[in-house]
Structure formats: C-alpha cells, structure tokens
C-alpha cells in the first residue's frame, strides 16, 4: 500500500508563498511521475502540476503559471509545491498523486495513488 502526506498547508495572505510537502512511501517513488491536483471550495478537483520521474519535464495548469513550481527529491521520496503570490481564488484543498507512468500527467485517471490533502486559504 502506498502513502502520501501532504504538509505545508495553512493561512496566508494574498501574494504571499507557501510551499507544499508530500512524502512517499511504499513504491519507488523515482520511477514514477507526481502531481498536484486541488479542489476549491463547492468546485470539483482540478489539476494543477505534474512532473516526470526524473523531475527533468514539468507541465503547469494555465492558472498558475508563472507563480507556482513543482519540483522534487527523490532520495527524500518527497515532491514539493512552492506557491508564490497567492491569489484568493488559489484557496482549496491541494492533493498529491503518484502516478502510474513515468512521464507528465494531467489527468485523474492517471494517477494510482493519492494523499489526504491539506488545506490552503488564501485572505484578502
């Protein structure tokens, strides 16, 4: 069975930063591309970033694009989420997913695994 255990969620203001944590266990976390996905209140889950095995390849939603990083350790089994001048339509609850190849994916479907979630709340 796999984990994954978001941290790094919280309260912050508009254009402020927070970075997201997930740690991995259970499957080899290198092999295997990793996304983010968050779900804002009374709105269904939609993708935010993905990024491939190697951590060589990245793909972004348009909406964060330019504020937002993916990146990832993975002698950590960990991916992080680095948000940088959050807006308040940025507040949901974010979601890793490990996915099932190597390469970038925006879809559900494509992941076999998925955390808990934490919550970010952005303020005005």
């Known amino acids: 069975q ?8 919280g ?3 508009a254009g402020g930063s927070l970075r997201l944590s997930c740690a991995a266990s259970g499957r080899t976390f290198s092999s295997y591309a990793m996304g983010w996905f968050r ?3 009374g709105k269904e ?5 993905t990024i491939n095995w190697s951590g060589g390849s990245t793909y972004y939603a348009d909406s964060v694009k330019g504020r937002f990083t993916i990146s990832r350790d993975n002698a950590k089994n960990t991916v992080y989420l680095q948000m940088n001048s959050l807006k308040p339509e940025d ?3 974010y979601y890793c ?9 925006s879809m559900q479907y494509e992941y076999d695994y998925w955390g808990q979630g934490t ?3 952005v303020s005005s």
Not at 2 to 9: H, K
């Open 2 to 9: 796999v984990q994954l255990v978001e941290s790094g969620g």
């Open 11 to 13: 309260l912050v203001q």
């Open 39 to 41: 779900q804002p209140p």
């Open 45 to 49: 889950r939609e993708f935010v970033a």
């Open 91 to 93: 507040t949901a609850v």
């Open 97 to 105: 997913a490990l996915g099932r190849g190597r390469t970038i994916a």
């Open 119 to 121: 919550q970010v709340t």
